[in-house]
Structures are given as C-alpha cells and as structure tokens.
C-alpha cells in the first residue's frame, strides 16, 4: 500500500495568481478535501482555475476548458462535475473533493481506486489520471455499473489521449469486485 | 479561463430572478451551453444571474394528468426519476444519453430549451410529447407550447427578461414513446434526433432535432403515418442542415432511418 502526504491547505499560493481583470473582486470560501479556504477572485473565475492558480491544488487538470474531455472532474456533495465549466463562486457551501483528498486523511492511504490505478498500470504520461479517477469515485457512487460495458459507457467522459482505457476498465472492475464476464 | 468581467448575481428566488433579469444579464444555470459560449466570446452578458439554487425549479411531480418537471432538473435527475420513467418514458431515455454523466449532472431542462440549439435532444422530445414551457416575467407567468417556442437557430419565444419555471407533459394513458439518435461520437449531440409518441388510438407524433436549424414537428409525415400511408415525405419544406458532421443529403437519410427506428420500438 502506498501512501501519500496531504498538501496542506494554502490560502497564499507559490505564484502570484493573474491578477483580476475589472471591478467586482468577491470574497467568499469554499470548502475543499473538508478544509476551508478563503478566495478573493473574480466571479469570472472557473471552479478549475480557482483550484489550479489560486489554491495551488494543481492535482485537477485543464485539458480541453470546455467540458469536453473530463481531465478537470472533481467531485461536488458526492457527484462528478467538470469543474472548467463552472464558477468557483457558484460553490460556496458545497463540498468540493479534489483528487488531493482521496486518499484518507488519518493514515495517508490510497483511495482503493487510486491504488488500482498503480496496481493495473492504468496510465501512461497520467494527465487524465486526476479526472479518471475522480469520475470513477464519482460513478462508483452512482451505484449503476454492473459490467464492463456499463464501466466503458459512464467513464465516456473521460478521454485519455494516452489510450489506457483497457486498464483503467481494469483499474476500476478490480476496486468494484465486478465479473469481467458479466454482460 | 473567460477574459473578460461580468458581475455575478445569485437568485433565491423565481421573483428574485425576474427581479434580477429586469437590470439585464442572463440567466445561468447549470453553465454548461451558456460558460463555453462565454470563452467562445459567442457571448458577452453583463451580468450572470445564477438560478442553479432556486429550489421552486427543482422537483418533478405529477399534478393532475400533467407531468411536472422544474426548469432546473438536470438531465442526471430526470433519467433517474421514477415519475419520468414511468410517465413518460422517453425523456428518461433521452436524457440519459445527453452528453455524459458530468454534463448530466450540471446541465438542465430549462437551460437546454432556452439556449435551442438545432442539435440538442430536449427539443425533439418536448415537441412529440406536446408539452407546455411555463415562464415567469415582470408581468406574470405565460404557458407557451413546444409547438410555439422554437423560433429559428437558437432563437426561441422567451424573451430576455423571463425565467423558463417548468416544463408541463401531459401523461397519455397507454401511449407508447421513444427518442432514437444519431449521435455525434464525441459530444452526443444530435446529428439527427427522432422523437415518437404514438397515443392508444395509434395516431402518432413525430418531432425531429438535428435535421433543421430549428427543432420542428414533422407534421407531413405525421399525416401520412396517420393516414394509413408510408412516410415518404420526411422533412419536406424544411431547410436541412449541412455541415462536416453530415452533409444534406446523408441527413435526409438518416432522418428516414432513425424515424423508422422509432416507429419500430413504438409498434
Ligand atoms: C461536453 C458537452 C456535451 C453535451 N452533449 C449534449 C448532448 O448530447 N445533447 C444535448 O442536448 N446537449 C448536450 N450538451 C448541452 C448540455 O445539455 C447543456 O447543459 C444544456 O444545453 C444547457 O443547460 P444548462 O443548464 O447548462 O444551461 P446554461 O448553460 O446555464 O444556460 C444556457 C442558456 O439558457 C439560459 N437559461 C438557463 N436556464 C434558464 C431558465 N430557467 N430560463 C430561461 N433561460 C435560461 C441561459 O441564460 C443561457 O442563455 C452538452 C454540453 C457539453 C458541455
Ligand atoms: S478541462 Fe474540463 S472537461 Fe476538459
Ligand atoms: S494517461 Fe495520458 S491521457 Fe490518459
């Protein structure tokens, strides 16, 4: 079992964020991996772009920035989203996990889907991994997926450039405990 | 990223929204036609008036022999929903194959209608059920049917100060629906999208999306299937759309074969 640190939450990022362009700078927080952070952003900001240049919680990837190809997936109350095509401030009081908070908090432990990644080779250059896996958490807990085929259809989403959907299908009926003859 | 300011208002309210779209902007919902607009600068409100936490658009109930549908369901909530599944069949079944689960769960009825795109699904199956869009503006509320709502590409009868509230279907006792589409691969939009709804008299309804830059009740050929005759006149005296997904003609076709499906799972 492979462990990983948790970032610590940071309310000032290493780079100096672009600063907002025009008037209406909001104030509000947001609630990521079960801390809060506060945000001064404006309300142009996407969820994605809050997390990725101001949060520093670059785990969430910009692939396509128009909800085309699930490499932003983050989770929202427990449901998959592509956070490129939302805004930051339209998520106060939502729980907003990040691949950052999959792994558990007190032992630093995998996600098991995370570690059926890693254990199926479920990647190659890994850009899509972060919005694979959060889409998968997100499906597993739709509570639909019953064979392969369903795994194919409900991960369709996510793209993976790198053509490792053979292994994420894998990745995913090895956590889910699936048949992989069932039809 | 989108480059450039507007300001953010947040409704809690349908009279608050109404209220809020009178100073101008437009509304959002669940962003997902109305954010990528945006970056495309295909777009360029002022202000944004975000109605995704409006609890009286959320819920689907039947009232009467109407089925009710808030404007702010998500696709994901209406192809889960029982109600639908069991009233009204094929909105779960073509809702359930709008783009994928993430666009699901953040895209809404409401959005989809008022943003008319030719090559969207809801508008087929909103015209073959014969449902009722219901909106609320500074002067009250006004019912306006499928049938009327669908003025031209993206264009519809809202106007820029109302609120789509629900979507009211009428539930016909018997009568047998289906939504077939060809899909574009990759986003699942509509190529060609046939709505059918036969009623327990047999007569049917036929409404297609995809084929013309406005979604439209083929009522050629419902006059034909109604009257005992094959349908040969698919789309006649409708502009057919052309583009480098399918050209005119191969559109036309596929309007043919996806109508025969649908008569096939309707029979
Ligand atoms: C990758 C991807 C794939 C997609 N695939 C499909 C597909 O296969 N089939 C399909 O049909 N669609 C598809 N869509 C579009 C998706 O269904 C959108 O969610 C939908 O068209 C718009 O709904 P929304 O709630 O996101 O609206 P928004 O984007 O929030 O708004 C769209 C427009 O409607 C207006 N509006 C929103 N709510 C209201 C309201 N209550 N009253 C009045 N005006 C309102 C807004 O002002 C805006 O002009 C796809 C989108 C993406 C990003
Ligand atoms: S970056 Fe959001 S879906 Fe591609
Ligand atoms: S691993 Fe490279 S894009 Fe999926």
Redesign the interface.
Known sequence: MQTATLPTPVTQPRSAPPEPVGTGVRSFSLTINGAEYELNVAPWTTLLDALREYLDLTGTKKGCDHGQCGACTVLVDGKRINSCLTLAVMHEDHQITTIEGLADAQTGDLHPVQQAFIDHDAFQCGYCTPGQICSAVGMINEGRVKTDADIRELMSGNICRCGAYPHIVDAIRDVMQLNPTAQ | ????????KRAGSISEAVALLAEGGKA?SG??SL??SM?LRLNAPDA?V?V?RIAELKGIRLDGNELVIGAGSTHGDIASSGLVQQHVPMFAEGAGHI?????R??GTIGGSLAHADPSADWPAMVLAADATIVVEGPSGSRSIKATDFFTSMFETALAADELITEVRVPVENGARMTYQKFSQP??RYAIVGCAVVKSADGKVRVAFSGVSDTPFRDTAVEEQLNSGQSATSVASGVSVMSDHYASEEYRRHLANVFLKRALNAVA
């Open positions: 990223m989108i480059t450039y300011p507007f300001q953010y959002l962003g997902h954010i990528p970056k944004l975000d995704g783009g994928d689960p993430a666009v769960n953040r990759a986003s």
